[in-house]
């Protein structure tokens, strides 16, 4: 009678299942948040503001809001005030149910990450 032994799974298996496991993690806890151009002044209740070009938002991430920085001319003469708006609901040119602030878009979290999640009840 032949001995049976359990399957025995090669290394580089272990390692590839391994480094799924560990990118799904550190991407699911990303620390820049998805985020828009808009225009502040743009806002309309059904749709939410209108999402500019990037290039009239401040170019650097950094934290906090982007409430007092100025406006900037477009072509057309008229001032856009333009901020970077986080974790927006997109819909035809507009985004909605976002926050101003890149702090509390990180602080939102994910799968995984620690934060004000949803539970369910």
């Known amino acids: ?15 590839l299942g391994s480094m799924g496991v560990l990118a799904a993690a550190l991407t699911s806890c990303g620390s820049e948040p998805d985020r828009r151009c808009v225009d502040r002044d743009s806002y309309d209740y059904l749709n939410g503001y209108k999402i500019v070009a990037d290039r009239n938002c401040k170019s650097g991430s950094s934290g906090g809001s982007s409430y007092g920085k100025g406006r900037k001319k477009t072509g057309t003469g008229r001032g856009v005030d333009a901020a970077w708006y986080y974790d927006a609901d997109i819909d035809g040119g507009y985004a909605d149910d976002g926050t101003f602030s890149r702090s509390e878009a990180v602080d939102r979290g994910g799968f995984g990450c620690d934060g004000s999640g949803s539970s369910g009840g």
Not at 5 to 10: G, V
């Open 1 to 15: 009678m032949a001995e049976t032994r359990p399957r025995r799974l090669r290394s580089s298996t272990v390692v």
